[in-house]
């Protein structure tokens, strides 16, 4: 492969990371973990994105990838609540099909298969898996230090999560504070008090 090809491929692979990850990792200034709140665009639901944690180093050097964080969905007519443990996965080498999570019981939790991509095969292969788990409210507000999840794939590999309490804590307050149903969202962000 000669030099000019190489930084082509280099070059696509970042574009393409960059353009299938939405948010990068990122640490908050004031050591306490921000939320951030949103509408979707039917205004039915409120969504909940925690603060983002590097799984593995990132994909060939693009910040926006190989994270994980979690995320909750309040709905505003009834204020029912889903909880989930997002991944987004970057890697060279046979596709791993992540399919199944268990937490650290070994029980399973409900998989949620959001997307795959085939980044380039030029020069081997390299994917980005984008996947979560769903989080019972129960087993959040029982976890005492923290919670591990354990993803595995078709391909037999095994990816243990592990989100430390005062991620859960910040995320169950932004949650708490915005419940109750037809409550207006007034900021795109929060911080946990």
């Known amino acids: 492969m000669s030099c000019r090809q190489r930084a082509y491929l280099a070059i696509s692979l970042g574009i393409a990371l960059t ?12 050591g306490i973990p921000s939320v951030e709140a949103r509408e979707d665009s039917s205004h039915r639901f409120i969504i909940f994105i925690g603060p983002k944690a590097q799984h593995a180093p990132p ?12 995320r909750s969905f309040v709905d505003r007519r009834n204020g029912e609540t889903a ?35 085939e980044i380039t095969c030029d020069a081997g292969c390299s994917y980005v898996e984008e996947f979560a788990a769903k989080l019972p409210e129960s087993a959040l507000r029982a976890t ?24 859960i804590t910040a995320q169950l307050a932004a949650v708490d504070a915005r ?9 795109s962000s929060t911080n946990s008090p």
């Open 144 to 167: 005492p230090d923290e919670l591990t999840v354990t993803f595995s794939s078709r391909s037999g590999d095994e990816k243990p999560i592990v989100v430390p309490a005062k991620q």
């Open 59 to 70: 994909f060939l050097g693009v910040p926006e990838t190989n994270f994980y964080c979690l």
């Open 179 to 187: 419940r109750t149903p037809a409550q207006p969202i007034a900021a």
């Open 19 to 30: 353009s299938c990850a939405n948010l990068a990792p990122r640490q908050p200034a004031t």
């Open 83 to 117: 909880h989930q443990l997002y991944v987004t996965d970057s890697y060279f080498g046979a596709e791993r099909g992540w399919d199944a999570a268990r937490d650290s019981t070994g029980a399973s939790l409900p998989f949620i298969a959001i997307g795959d991509d």
